[in-house]
């Protein structure tokens, strides 16, 4: 081969040349990527057991405060039977006494379910912003993990530039400044 000749390069010499240049970063990346989406997984899944947790706390509550009711109610029903057997038979004495009763328990009642409702709607809101400051961690997560991958890659047009400067220099069209002097020498 004279000096006038250019190397021919085969299309299997390039793909090595490409391996050889980018099939380590490539690897690299894809294991990125990899534990980018094992770890969003991850968090995934323990807001999910984390909800589901609460949401059971929050169940069990809820019955345990609805069977308080169901007992008060059936205490003060109690009571009330109890009142009412007593009022007949002293009804000689004033019926209003028996309505002034009767409308003393169902403001403590409606007070009684008043309240429950307040705490059960604090406790939900409660529980409402807890689950979107995490939702907002985990995607200020990801948005900073997914800005650190972008920030980290090589841009398509800095490798179209690179494979351009490597196809001029294999086919001898590309001339370093400095190469051209030691080339005379």
Do not use: C, W
């Not at 085969?10 to 770890?39: A, C, H, T």
């Amino acid at each position: 081969m004279s000096k006038d000749e250019t190397p021919v390069v085969e299309p299997n010499n390039v793909d090595q040349i490409r391996d050889i240049i980018f099939g380590s970063q490539m690897r690299d990346y894809e294991k990125r990527f990899i534990s980018l989406e094992k770890r969003v997984m991850s968090e995934s899944d323990r807001l999910r057991s984390e909800t589901s947790n609460r949401l059971d706390a929050l169940e069990s509550y809820i019955k345990q405060e609805v069977g308080s009711l169901m007992d008060q109610l059936s205490t003060e029903r109690g009571e009330r039977e109890d009142d009412t057997r007593h009022l007949t038979e002293t009804i000689n004495k004033g019926a209003s006494d028996t309505d002034k009763k009767m409308s003393q328990l169902q403001d403590q009642l409606n007070q009684g379910q008043a309240e429950l409702r307040d705490s059960l709607l604090e406790q939900s809101k409660s529980l409402l912003n807890e689950l979107q400051n995490v939702r907002n961690t985990l995607t200020e997560s990801l948005e900073r993990s997914t800005e650190e991958l972008t920030d980290e890659k090589a841009s398509r047009r800095d490798l179209a530039d690179m494979f351009s400067e490597i196809a001029m220099r294999l086919n001898g069209e590309f001339k370093v400044v400095g190469s051209e002097s030691n080339d005379q020498q």
